[in-house]
């Protein structure tokens, strides 16, 4: 069977009426459980940090966030602590421009955007979807042996070399269902 990637606040009706087998999951911060331990936010807990010995996430999002460096504000580990899901994000509005993502906490190379999102959050994300999301990887794949699955998220850009729109975690989860992930090594968190 198929998976699809489509926007959270598309009708269910509508999509039932197109994909009429389909199971529809919404894998957002407000998706119900046990789905909603896919979104980046949740706090899975003990999530290593890219290019960062010794040091850990509660989640996914709070890696992206806590390394990322502005015009007026550098790494901000106190991200990496968050666990209830609130108060992760890091705006433009608040710091200026984003000039890259840290290479580590104590890193000295700022990462281009794309170039963070393959060094920094699919290999973050994967590491969570291999060591904290077993059991629910395993039940997606147990749906998609009789039905179509419809994953619902924020983010429908499944492109990960598309830097105008940010990436969706969904579009990460179909790729791990399908074996189709855009790294052929092994994930790692590179010290």
Known sequence: MAVFIRHKS??????????PKAQIIDVTSKGGSP????????PLGDIPVPFSTGHTSRSVEGIWQALKVFEHRD??????TITDMKGLKRTVRSFGAVLGHRNGL????????????YTIYLPTYRWALDHKLQT????LLDIMQ?????L????TNEDIDDPR?????????????????????????AQ
């Open 35 to 42: 789905w909603v331990r896919f979104s980046p936010f949740y």
């Open 75 to 80: 790494v901000d580990p106190h991200k990496l």
């Open 146 to 150: 009789h039905h179509d699955l419809v």
């Open 165 to 189: 729109k940010p990436l969706s975690h969904a579009g990460l989860i179909k790729r791990y269902l399908e074996n189709t992930w855009p790294i052929s090594d092994a994930p790692s968190t």
């Open 106 to 117: 104590h890193g000295n190379e700022l990462l281009p955007y794309i170039k963070a999102r």
């Open 136 to 139: 629910e990887v395993a039940a």
């Open 10 to 19: 598309t009708n269910p009706a509508s999509l039932l009426k197109r994909l």
């Open 152 to 155: 619902l998220d924020y983010e």
